[in-house]
């Protein structure tokens, strides 16, 4: 989970995204009037994951135009414009909406998350790779888990993020995440209840 700062203007976008990528890119050259999967990511500071460089992407450009996004779209080489449409996030315009989706949707979802207090308010087991096998590990051993509630119909939706980045302030915001589902007991007949790992945020006013 990492704050960003949304660009300004496509030339700022353009002239950030535009850097040649890490040393070892070596066909891809900064300044080149091409923006490459490469490049985002670095700016983005992902190594591998396409989708969360797209996540980036997506929030970092939200306060631009529409003409400002399509210049910067403009630049994309092959490679990015298709990873772009693949993993393209959707914009939830109501925390109801997120039941509708399947895990591993991109969202980016704005409101004001508040933590959930107390040991075994949330509890639930999410599944991780072991080697070559998937082992249960309790929600809490991995996540702050936080939820935004709609004010006008008192739904809510659970946000999480890694512990290891620390607590998520809890101010409006916009979050650039994917949804992902825990299951609520260890019993191979358990109820899953889904949640949003965030991977970017940007405080709103």
């Known amino acids: 989970m990492e704050q960003i700062s949304l660009f300004k203007s496509a030339s700022q976008a353009i002239d950030s995204l535009d850097n040649g990528a890490e040393y070892y890119n070596i066909f891809t050259k900064a300044d080149d009037d091409l923006i490459s999967q490469s490049e985002v990511s670095k700016v983005a500071g992902v190594r591998l994951p396409k989708q969360k460089a797209v996540l980036f992407l997506k929030l970092a450009m939200s306060g631009l135009t529409e003409r400002e996004q399509q210049e910067i779209e403009g630049r994309f080489d092959d490679r990015l414009s298709e990873n772009f449409t693949k993993y393209n996030p959707e914009f939830v315009e109501s925390v109801r909406a997120v039941e509708a989706l399947n895990p591993g949707t ?69 979050i650039a995440g994917v949804v992902k589902q825990f299951q609520l007991a260890q019993e191979d007949d358990s109820e899953f209840e889904k949640f949003i790992e965030v991977d970017y945020f940007v405080e709103t006013i």
């Open 106 to 174: 991109g969202v980016i979802i704005t409101g004001t998350p508040r933590k959930i207090e107390g040991e075994g308010v949330v509890s639930g087991y999410i599944s991780i790779p072991v080697i070559d096998v998937f082992t249960l590990i309790p929600i809490s051993e991995t996540y702050i888990v936080y939820e935004i509630i709609d004010e006008a119909s008192g739904n809510r939706v659970l946000v999480a993020h890694d512990k290891d980045a620390g607590l998520l302030p809890e101010t409006k915001m916009k």
